[in-house]
């Protein structure tokens, strides 16, 4: 779907569209990352899917205790310069972050963090004048990292460091509320269409849920 939204803005000049969503346990491979950065046999014996992004960076795990986010955005939007686009998600993430309480800091070059540990990775897409921004943000302590066989940075979570329950109905509006500030747009609550349904759809058959791209690298 997040495919699809970009493509949409891309193809059709639809507006930009923020997604933002859960999903079980998962590990997600960064579009170049070799498979061999997972242990295959733990994640299949644990029943956590496999999955290849759109984007770039490393590999992460993702499971329903984290919020994930894609901003699909003409290039024009954005700000222009070497890494500028990443630096602006990870600030609306980090100002997001702010807002719930947490003096949260970015760390170059994708990641935001809160009380030295990370609570966000965040990656981008170009694709012909358009990008996608895509993170992750870490409410509870994810269940099962040691299927990751190498992770760069201690991982925390924003309940814990923040030490309440925090809830994805809040960071999903503190989310919107910060990009929408940063890119001074207005928003609205919408449905994905037919048009970008089908086109997800035929975006999973053909290389999302196709073995030999998931493993092929």
């Not at 495919?3 to 507006?15: I, Y």
Request: aromatic letters at 4%; glycine letters at 10%.
């Amino acid at each position: 779907m997040d495919h699809s939204l970009v493509d949409s803005v891309r193809l059709r000049g639809s507006p930009p569209v923020l997604h933002m969503y859960r999903r079980p346990p998962t590990v997600s491979l960064g579009y170049f990352q070799p498979s061999a950065a997972i242990d295959r046999e733990l994640a299949e014996s644990k029943g956590i899917a496999v999955m290849r992004r759109m984007s770039g960076g490393g590999t992460i795990y993702n499971d329903e205790g984290q919020l994930i986010y894609t901003l699909a955005i003409p290039e024009k939007d954005l700000p222009k310069g070497s890494g500028a686009a990443l630096a602006f998600a990870c600030g609306a993430v980090a100002d997001a972050i702010q807002s719930l309480g947490g003096e949260a800091v970015v760390k170059e070059p994708n990641d935001v963090h809160l009380s030295g540990l990370k609570v966000s990775g965040n990656s981008q897409l170009r694709s012909a004048g358009t990008v996608a921004l895509q993170g992750t943000v870490i409410l509870r302590k994810p269940a099962a990292m040691e299927v990751l066989l190498k992770s760069s940075s201690a991982v925390g979570s924003l309940s814990e460091l923040l030490q309440r329950d925090v809830e994805h109905e809040e960071v999903s509006e503190a989310l919107l509320s910060s990009f929408l500030n940063a890119l001074d747009l207005s928003g609205e609550n919408s449905s994905s269409t037919e048009t970008e349904n089908a086109h997800a759809g035929s975006l999973l058959r053909k290389r999302y849920a196709d073995q030999e791209f998931i493993w092929g690298r």
